[in-house]
């Protein structure tokens, strides 16, 4: 089975940065596409952005485009999102998505990614 383990969250002051990793294991191919979800409080959760197996990437939040960078390490199984310049409206629990497709993008849709980790907390103070 694959499991998925964020990690990196936590405190951050308005304007900072944060690394967070997401770390795969039980991986059965190298075509698995990697995604970051975030849901804020009250809110509805939303894709932020996705790695597709051959290393392209895609942003579904206009609101990170310029400060979220996703990258990944198909050696060490690991996909990390660099978030800079914060804002306190970034605040959320980020999840760690995966699933093998062999499209030529990723899935926009939440509901076919198969594989899921318990996300890390991200909270940015104003």
């Known amino acids: ?3 998925l383990v964020e990690s990196g969250g936590g405190l951050v002051q308005a304007g900072g940065s944060l690394r ?3 770390t795969a ?3 059965t191919s190298d075509k698995y596409n990697m995604a970051w979800f975030r849901q804020a409080p ?3 959760r939303e894709g932020v952005t996705c790695i597709h197996w051959t290393g392209g990437t895609t942003n579904y939040a206009d609101s990170v485009k310029g400060r979220f960078t996703a990258s990944r390490d198909n050696a060490k199984n690991t996909m990390y999102l660099r978030m800079d310049s914060l804002k306190p409206e970034d605040t959320a629990m980020y999840y760690c998505a995966a699933v093998q497709w062999f499209g030529s993008a990723c ?3 939440e509901s ?3 594989d899921w980790g318990q996300g890390t907390e991200v909270t940015v103070s104003s």
């Open 1 to 3: 089975q694959v499991q």
């Open 107 to 109: 899935p926009t849709r």
């Open 42 to 44: 009250g809110k509805e």
């Open 112 to 114: 076919l990614y198969t």
């Open 25 to 27: 294991s039980g991986l």
């Open 20 to 22: 967070l990793s997401c």
